[in-house]
């Protein structure tokens, strides 16, 4: 005798902390995603000079998104690495410079005055602290082996992320992202017992890699595709991967089948229109990233 047992429903993820509609990667941010019917949170990190994980995603300051003395950066701002905690603090990244391009592509987002560029250990203290059961956290470990000027160092990063969510005793509830897949496999190495997920580059930036020597690309920590018959999925496999998660249009019922043949689950990421959410359900993906103001079939959306 068998008994059905009902298909877990996939993740809802506020990606950025819901940076359609607030500010993102930013504590502010986090407490109104923890308000939501939502399963967690994914955060972008870095290093400052001081050896502090925070929470942002470009590795420069981006004039558009941020002010000083309540007036925009002129031009783009210094690397994050290259600044002390303190120093950030300066910094106001609560809004969108009206007219810029940013600024188009979030017509949802309010701006706020006074948000600062958020700590991991601030992140995870406001996760902690909020209702009902424990929410997950995404973290996006933000290095790039064809930008070491500007990126922080991989290992650096990953060694800092996990003190960090070891000490919050949240690793059981939190899942480290990259597309840097050597941060994955040093991550593994470090606490296997944390999840974690492949980002893979979509094609339209495929362009934008530049291989190595061999052949294979920078991001891949010697697993490329073209070793594996061209299948990222297979390459992802290979390098001891467990979840997949690629911009959300790339996934098709085929790859969808391809994941599940290989055991793979699916975290799509990229999402903000309501149909797009629907689409990924319907596909049976494990979780999903979005935007928000929508955030998926029998979830509010923000008032």
Known sequence: ????RPTPAPLTIAGAT???VWPDNSTEGALRCLAQPLDGLEIDVQLTADG???AHHDYHLNRHATRRDGRWLEAR???????TLAELAAYDVGALRPGSPPAARRPHRAPLNG?????????????RAADGPRRWLYIEIKT????TQAAPDPAALTEAVIEAVEAADWAANSKIIAFDWQVLRLARMRNPAIDTAHLTIPAALAASVIPLANGDSPWADGCDARLYGGSDLAA?????GMEWSPYFSE????????????????????????????RMLDLGVYSVTVSGPAWGRGLSALP
């Open 115 to 127: 948000v600062r560029i958020p700590t991991l250990d601030a992140v995870l203290a406001a996760l």
């Open 144 to 147: 790039d082996p064809q930008d």
């Open 77 to 83: 701002g210094p690397a994050l690495k290259t600044l």
């Open 251 to 278: 996934v098709t019922p085929e790859r969808m089948a391809e994941a599940a043949a290989l055991g793979l689950r699916v975290g799509p990421w990229g999402l903000s229109a309501a149909q797009d959410i629907d």
């Open 236 to 240: 992802i496999r290979a390098h001891g």
């Open 1 to 4: 005798m068998t008994t059905d």
């Open 52 to 54: 502090h994980v925070v």
């Open 18 to 20: 819901g940076y359609g």
